[in-house]
C-alpha cells in the first residue's frame, strides 16, 4: 500500500517537472518572438527589406491582418480579427490540456506541442495589441516566394512537424509487441 502512495508522488513529481520543461520551451518561443519581432518594428520600416542572401532570402518588416501565411490577409470583414482571436484562444484551450495531460515524459508529443503552444501566444499577443502580426523572414526564388512569416509561425509549422512524425513513424504499443 505504501509502495503505491509512493510511486504515485514519484509520478506526480516527475509530471510536474516535466511541465515546467515544457513550459519552459514554449516560454522561450514567446521571448524569442517578442524580441524578433520588436526588433523588426523598431529598427527595419514597413515594407522595407535586408537582402540575407540574394535571390533567396531577405529579412523585411510587413504586418499581416490575417492568419498565417497571410490567409485572410485581405478580408474586409470587421469580424476577421475576433474571429482569428477566438480560434487561437480555442487552440490554446485544446494544446494546453493535452500538453497538461500528456507531460508525464519529454517527448516529441510534448515538444510539438510546447512549440505549438509558445507560437500561437506570440501570434495572439500581436493580435491583441495590434491586431495584426509582424513578418519578417521571406524566401525566395525569382518571382517566386513563400509569404513572409515569424518565430512563432515557424515553431508552430515545426510542432505539428514533429507531431505528425510521432504519428507516422512511432510505433504503437501493439504494433511494438509483434
Same mark, same amino acid.
Given at each position: 500500500?505504501?509502495?503505491? #502512495?509512493r510511486d504515485t508522488k514519484q509520478r506526480q513529481e516527475v509530471s510536474r517537472v516535466m511541465r515546467r520543461y515544457h513550459f519552459l520551451i514554449a516560454l522561450c518561443v514567446i521571448v524569442l518572438d517578442r524580441a524578433t519581432k520588436w526588433t523588426i518594428a523598431r529598427r527595419l520600416s514597413l515594407h522595407d527589406s535586408i537582402p540575407v542572401i540574394p535571390g533567396f532570402f531577405r529579412i523585411i518588416h510587413a504586418e499581416n491582418p490575417g492568419a498565417a501565411f497571410g490567409i485572410f490577409a485581405d478580408s474586409p470583414s470587421e469580424w476577421k480579427v475576433g474571429l482569428l482571436i477566438l480560434f487561437s484562444v480555442i487552440a490554446l484551450l485544446i494544446v494546453s490540456a493535452l500538453l497538461w495531460k500528456n507531460s508525464h515524459r519529454l517527448t516529441s508529443t510534448g515538444i510539438g506541442l510546447s512549440l505549438i503552444l509558445g507560437g500561437a501566444i506570440g501570434n495572439l499577443w500581436d493580435r491583441l495589441?495590434?491586431? %495584426?502580426?509582424?513578418?519578417? /523572414?521571406l524566401f525566395y526564388v525569382?518571382? %517566386?516566394q513563400w509569404p513572409a512569416f515569424n518565430v512563432a509561425d515557424s515553431a508552430i509549422v515545426l510542432g505539428a512537424g /514533429? #507531431?505528425?512524425?510521432?504519428i507516422v513513424f512511432t510505433k504503437s504499443p501493439s504494433r511494438q509487441s509483434a
Open positions: 500500500m505504501f509502495t503505491n #502512495l495589441v495590434s491586431r %495584426h502580426v509582424v513578418d519578417f /523572414l525569382g518571382s %517566386h /514533429l #507531431l505528425v512524425f510521432e
